[in-house]
């Protein structure tokens, strides 16, 4: 029998790291040597912040480009990068390299932001929150998706991702638990795209995907 699921709710707190760039190839040496958690931070943890403009922009570094170097050739090739297409940091890492060197080549000069707008690399903690809802069943835990807060779609369907041994997310993790129909269900959330949606988009989306494998037709 499977345990309880807990659900958790979580939040971010950013943490200034004194390091800042102005330019792109300041911004290219600097990405050679940031820590991972930084790198995670301005990809991932950009979700969980709200944004009130260009949300195609999906990662700092593309809206950095677009806002601040004025680049939206650069912009919108950072914002097409998605995190889950690279199993490693360090492969992230280079792939975004590679995109500002291609850029800086084809420009043959270095865009600089104003001095008051340079890049702020910051790197968070998240603090984790026990909502005391317990669910046992894929059905319950159908019931409580639509109600739990997006910042608490945000630490077990992404950010479970760094903490679990397999990758997954934990609503996947757990299933798995339920034999064959939990496995087939884990599958299905396993093809929502955790990067480009809101959360509020992929609330709606497990809804849904939830309760049409349960058989209800549709999300409450």
């Known amino acids: 029998m499977a345990d309880?699921?807990?659900l958790k709710d979580c939040a971010l707190i950013t943490i200034a790291t004194g390091e800042r760039v102005h330019n792109l190839r300041e911004l290219r040496d600097r990405l050679m040597k940031t820590e991972r958690g930084i790198m995670y931070y301005h990809f991932w943890d950009?979700?969980?912040?709200?944004?009130f403009v260009d949300p195609e922009y999906q990662n700092d570094f593309a809206a950095w480009a677009y806002h601040e170097l004025h680049d939206r050739r650069?912009?919108?090739k950072l914002a097409i990068i998605n995190p889950t297409d690279y199993?490693?940091?360090d492969d992230l890492r280079q792939k975004l390299i590679d995109v500002i060197e291609e850029r800086m080549d084809e420009l043959g000069f270095v865009p600089v932001a104003e001095?008051?707008?340079?890049?702020?690399?910051?790197?968070?903690?998240?603090?984790?929150?026990d909502t005391n809802i317990?669910?046992?069943?894929?059905e319950e835990l159908s019931e409580s998706i639509p109600r739990i807060s997006?910042?608490?779609?945000?630490?077990?369907?992404?950010?479970?991702r760094r903490r679990t041994a397999s990758g997954k997310d934990d609503f996947s993790e757990w299933l798995l638990n339920f034999g064959p129909e939990g496995a087939s269900l884990a599958e299905e959330i396993a093809s929502i795209d955790p990067y480009f949606n809101t959360l509020l988009e992929l609330?709606?989306?497990?809804?849904?995907?939830?309760?049409?494998?349960?058989?209800?037709g549709g999300a409450e």
């Open 4 to 6: 309880l699921f807990a």
């Open 203 to 216: 609330r709606d989306q497990l809804s849904l995907v939830f309760a049409r494998h349960l058989g209800k």
């Open 150 to 160: 997006v910042s608490s779609i945000f630490y077990h369907f992404i950010d479970s």
């Open 134 to 138: 317990r669910v046992s069943t894929p």
């Open 115 to 129: 001095v008051a707008h340079p890049f702020f690399f910051i790197r968070s903690q998240i603090v984790v929150f």
């Open 87 to 89: 199993e490693f940091m």
């Open 46 to 51: 950009a979700i969980l912040r709200p944004r």
């Open 74 to 76: 650069l912009a919108e």
